[in-house]
């Protein structure tokens, strides 16, 4: 088929199911959406990965009395647990963080937030930092040594909390997959019935053309590049969603624990790489769910 009969034939049933093709632009922009969105979760969870696998501590909070009195580990309580812990295997280092280092933390952590005001010094224990060799064997052992000696208050395994925002990160994912899946059911549907009713309203023409000749590929052709483009159309609305998703909600919300180190920021060179794989992926499911329907119910 001639390039200007293509683009005359793709724009008139553009045109004439105009409803129905904003329709299925919507629904594949949301449904590519949410899988762009699963799979920046998946890279924001290999950051965080990378980003803790050498920075994860074992932190031994001092109890009142200690903290107040001991303001730089020279007490035999304190002295005696950081050596316990200097000599337990997998341990690389152990620092001392008194309740004022404690607090200028805190204040770094929260600036800007209403939990710093009304934080005083008092209020957070002095603590021993312990770096590990052995993210395994070292946590355990480190915990071992202090565990109900005078003078600790707890133990934190800051891999504990890592776990929960792991698996805090793993049901965000699960979900965005999940509603994906159901709302490309749905965009699947409506790509096939839209297919339909394109070909049914032009099929008088269609009809035409068989008769002079044409093969069934050619009048196919123009069905499935309508259905191509209102996907990649769709796909470049996910992935102009995504860009502003990314600025307008997601830097705000992790704005104070990204500029702490918590979390890393979302990178907007990732969100642009998934962006743009969306287009073609929206334009070629499209196109693959306009022929079966072609194959499979309408023979044109």
């Known amino acids: 088929m001639r390039p200007a009969l293509l683009t005359r034939e793709v724009s008139e049933g553009l045109r004439r199911n105009v409803t129905m093709t904003v329709a299925m632009v919507l629904t594949t922009a949301v449904t590519l959406m949410s899988v762009g969105a699963g799979l920046l979760v998946l890279r924001t969870i290999d950051d965080i990965s990378a980003l803790y696998a050498s920075r994860l501590e074992i932190q031994v909070a001092l109890t009142p009395d200690v903290s107040e009195s001991d303001r730089d580990c020279s007490g035999p309580t304190c002295a005696s647990l950081h050596a316990a812990l200097s000599s337990a295997p997998g341990v690389g280092a152990v620092t001392f963080e008194s309740q004022e280092q404690a607090y200028t933390r805190f204040r770094e952590l929260f600036a800007g937030q209403s939990v710093a005001d009304v934080a005083r010094p008092q209020s957070l224990p002095a603590t021993l930092r312990v770096t590990l060799t052995d993210q395994q064997g070292g946590a355990a052992a480190a915990a071992a040594a202090v565990e109900g000696r005078p003078g600790v208050r707890g133990v934190i ?144």
Do not use: C, H
């Not at 705000?252 to 990204?258: P, Y």
């Open 157 to 300: 395994d800051q891999r504990d909390l890592v776990g929960k925002l792991f698996d805090f990160l793993d049901g965000v994912r699960n979900v965005a997959f999940a509603l994906a899946v159901v709302q490309a059911l749905a965009a699947v549907l409506l790509i096939s019935n839209t297919v339909q009713v394109s070909a049914f309203t032009r099929r008088t023409e269609v009809a035409v053309m068989r008769l002079v000749g044409a093969t069934r590929w050619t009048t196919q052709l123009p069905f499935l590049m309508e259905a191509a483009i209102a996907g990649a159309v769709g796909g470049a609305l996910a992935g102009a969603g995504l860009v502003a998703a990314k600025y307008a909600v997601v830097d705000d919300l992790l704005a104070a624990i990204g500029r702490a180190g918590v979390i890393p920021p979302v990178r907007l060179s990732d969100v642009l790489v998934v962006s743009v794989l969306l287009v073609p992926v929206g334009g070629i499911v499209a196109g693959v769910t306009g022929y079966a329907t072609l194959r499979a119910y309408v023979k044109v």
